[in-house]
């Protein structure tokens, strides 16, 4: 591969073009990632033009500009939100300090992970979404999935990166390994398990942008808090396409459920006219709600602890917060203790993932509640509802527990009898995969799903977003 | 805290499974977390261990050796999903004494010191198959296996986090083995022992901290493969039929412990105890089969389990003695010929049971020169310090021997001092205290044929080297109570570093390495504030606050 015209292959603001070493490094990892996208993105789509929003710069209007573009050619850039004037350290014992523009010796294996682990994540969702293209129920909705996967790549580069410009070798080979993990692989699987659940269907790809990409949001925002001011940066740039990714999510599923309902108001049955019943919305959003609130980790933490600690991770908006040492005072957590519930008191710092859980579980309700509203239009009697924070999970100190959709604690046997009406079962993802026909004329949508509320870019309802 | 029994079985284990498939036995890992010593105190997370956890390992490997003898590979694993074992449990650490983390640190070593000795004499091999991060005494744990298998999932690592993350020493025997053992370059164990974050795969081969790697797709199949190569490079033993460990049996009233052969008496003071073994009034059995069919039953067994017993609990759970005076009570003659039955031709069927049980007793005498208490063998009259025993006798730091015509007391020299129980530092007994001038050794040997079945009497001990003191009837009573009175007012510290100094002259070995210079170095970082410190390193982690240290090197 020849030398890179870089400000046109990678558009960016971190001034490639005169930084020799992480030319060379990116150089190396270009085609790799070029190569892990034709072999684990939406492969069979690569010679269609799509109407997508790339990222040309951080001002205004250069982070959305739209175009139809193959995605192969798709312009991953690197970007960082500008510094701003006067900068410091906003938590942790380096409260009041100058944010650092290299990192520290002393942190650097502890940045090393939280910046791996979360790159990680990056890949693995366009891994599990790879196929979702040939079921899409409108190009409306292809073109989203892609702009979706296209921006979770540039996550990627975003992240790889910081570890070549930051990590020396130890980053490269990191970044190197990023391509060789993949989503399910029986081998090298991706760190968090979240991300090797399969993603079967598009009501499994709407709650993982709905919940999922959301658990992103948060590790964002708490990253973008970093004292490590390149890692802040460029986080802070990846949050405004990440919420883009909650809009998919959110109004997707807000759109299943309008579907749902116009049958229901008109008296029919779901099944038999081909949407999704009410039960099975509400076992995808307890399935997916639930494997994603594992993603923060255990309730007390020493890592958490020691990431605050050292001003490498925040709590989401950090600046609304009044005491940033968190020395002092306690986060009251509810345990289990000998069968039932009890309380206890863990020292703030260790509790930072519950407090990042919190924030998050409170934005997730907020959705929620927007899909109520949309029921409620209908002046339907059913509601969905956000599984408790203690149900269904395998991380933390409700694994090993049973607990009800609204966090009773429930024997095994309940537990046996029972998951099966709240958790999705083989036959209802067979249910909702027969719904799953593409329909991919301009305009057109799916059975199952209702249209959407406007178009991408003002566009009109017909346009064609991928050219097929 | 409650005393710490050291007796277990598997039907009884909580952390670890042990399973047998003809010659291929499988150690699984799996601590539960609120399965700890001391209850709720700690959470043993990620397969993070206590004391308890480690004496079913212990116990493990003795039933592997008596139990399972056909066993010729046995695969040490973890039980949680992509965790191997996260090392000794820091918050124990930190919430436990000084004296307590010191005997913690060195029943772990001897356990690892153990999987070592039944693999260099038991006709079985170790394979430790980490199914995921082994990280600090994790990694420790694997390395005193013969092989290490790694899985290769671009995850999991082998990793010393114990300096970055705790201001501490991988102490379990990893710093020495990683150098001495695995022979790794001393500039690049000195970068892994600096990377919490470990190294994994291809690398970890490449610089010798595993043997190999293996996907996670062909995990089982790299496993057996590997676990059936170590097997099939030893010994065909099937059909051997393995004894059953019943249950040690003793009785203890706080004041004494009373075992089938020996007994543990502390005196009113607390400061001194008296381990006094009486011996069978016959020699026994001088027939291997028959021993075998003794199994557990056979003396010389109960008494080594009797004796590992009691030193484990003066260790744990009577640090005020610092004192033991040790006497063999009985019959000479039997003393002196008591293990002849352990000499077995190797084409003997019953060779490996008298080889296991010759180096039980191997270990329990070198346990006593890992024991930081003071040992006085005491031969005065009735006493029987011969055979074996007078190995007994040379592991204590000082041999007082009774010279009363009236009374006549005799040592007795077998071939068990001429190399059946080598010390840590690989010499005899004999060569060990006799290290400017070996002819002493063959004179002292030369008594095995001196007419009177090596039996020699106090002055000849003496003259042989033997005695450290040998007084008259007349003496004798103010000799001893004056050693026994001034020892007590040393300081017990003092008295550890010097007898640990004293004990071990002549070469290095691995052992000596670990559990003189890794331990000591070890035990010096546990006291100082730097980790133990209102802001040390091991108090502050899984706290809010970071650790402060004092940056002047000492």
Known sequence: MGSIDYSQRIPNNVDLKSDKRLQRALEAWQPAYLEWWKESGPTDFNENDVYLRTAVSVEPDGWAHYDYVKMPDYRWGIFLTDKGAGDTIGFGDHFGEEPWQQVPGEYRNWLRRLVVTQADTEPASVEQQRLLGHTAPSLYDMRNLFQVNVEEGRHLWAMVYILHRYFGKDGREEADELLERSSGNPDHPRILQTFNEPCEHWLSFLCFTMFTDRDGKFQLLSLAESGFDPLARTCKFMLTEEAHHMFVGQTGVGRVIQRTCEVLKEGKDPRAEGVVPPDIIQKYINFWASSSTDLFGSEISSNASNFFRAGLKGRAFESKQTDHLATEGHYVLPIVEGGRMSNQEVPMRNAMNEVLRDAYIADNQKGIDYWNRVIEKFDLDWRVSLPHRAFNRNVGVYAGFHFDPEGNLVDDATWNAKSSEWLPTREDSDYVKSLMKPCLEPGKIANWIAPPAKGINGQSEDYEYVKL | ?554
């Open chain 2, 1 to 554: 805290m409650a005393p710490v029994d050291f007796r277990t079985a598997p039907d009884r284990y909580r952390h670890w499974k042990l399973d047998v498939d003809g010659d291929i036995a499988t150690l699984t890992m799996s601590v539960e977390p609120f399965g700890g010593l001391r209850g709720d105190d700690y959470e043993l997370k990620l397969n993070s261990y206590d004391l308890g956890v480690d004496i079913e390992l212990a116990d493990a490997i003795d039933r592997l050796r008596f139990e399972h003898p056909a066993v010729r590979a046995c695969v040490v694993t973890g039980g949680l999903d992509r965790v191997f074992c996260a090392g000794a449990n820091i918050n124990m650490l930190s919430t436990s004494s000084h004296a307590f983390k010191v005997n913690f640190c060195k029943y772990t070593n001897e356990t690892r010191v153990g999987i070592e000795d039944a693999s260099a004499s038991s006709n079985v091999r170790f394979l430790a198959a980490l199914n995921g991060t082994a990280s600090g005494g994790g990694y420790e744990l694997a390395l005193a296996c013969d092989r290490i298998l790694l899985v290769d999932d671009r995850n999991s690592a082998v990793s010393f986090p114990e300096l970055p993350l705790l201001g501490v020493l991988p102490g379990t025997g990893g710093l020495t083995r990683i150098v001495d053992k695995r022979l790794i370059r001393p500039d690049l164990c000195d970068l892994f022992s600096t990377l919490a974050e470990g190294i994994k795969g291809k690398r970890a081969v490449q610089w010798n901290l595993v043997d190999a790697i293996a996907p996670l797709s062909k995990w089982d199949d790299a496993v057996a493969g590997e676990a059936r190569a170590l097997a099939d490079g030893l010994e065909d033993r099937s059909g051997t039929q393995g004894i059953a460990l019943t249950p040690l049996e003793y009785t203890d009233d706080g004041a004494s412990r009373s075992y089938r052969h020996s007994e543990l008496r502390i005196e009113d003071s607390g400061r001194v105890a008296h381990l006094t073994i009486t011996l069978p009034a016959e020699a026994g059995t001088q027939d291997a089969a028959a021993a075998h069919a003794a199994g557990a039953d056979f003396w010389l067994l109960a008494l080594c389990r009797e004796l590992d017993n009691a030193l484990n609990h003066l260790r744990l759970n009577l640090p005020a003695v610092g004192l033991v005076l040790v006497r063999v009570v009985g019959d000479a003659k039997v003393a002196a010929t008591c293990d002849d039955v352990l000499r077995t031709e190797a084409s003997d069927p019953h060779h490996w049971f008298t080889n296991e049980v010759g180096h039980y007793l191997k270990r329990a005498l070198k346990k006593i020169e890992n024991t930081a208490k003071s040992f006085y063998a005491l031969a005065d009259e009735g006493t029987a310090f011969a055979g074996p025993f007078l190995e007994l006798a040379l592991a204590c730091d000082r041999q007082y021997v009774l010279n009363d015509s009236e009374a006549p007391v005799h040592l007795g020299v077998g071939d068990a001092s001429a190399g059946a129980y080598p010390m840590s530092n690989g010499l005899t007994r004999l060569a060990t205290r006799f290290l400017a001038d070996p002819s002493q050794v063959d004179a002292v040997l030369a008594a095995r044929t001196n007419g009177a079945g090596g039996l020699v009497d106090a002055e000849e001990a003496d003259e042989l080297g033997l005695a450290t003191s040998a007084p008259d009837e007349i003496d004798w009573d103010d000799e001893v109570r004056l050693a026994i009175e001034e020892r007590q007012a040393y300081s017990p510290d003092g008295l550890t570093g010097m007898e640990q100094n004293l004990r071990f002259p002549g070469p290095e070995t691995l052992e000596t390495k670990i559990f003189g210079r890794l331990t000591a170095w070890q035990n010096w970082i546990f006291q100082r504030p730097n980790a133990v410190g209102e802001r040390g390193a091991l108090k502050c982690y899984g706290t809010p606050q970071a650790p402060e240290f004092n940056y002047d090197r000492t």
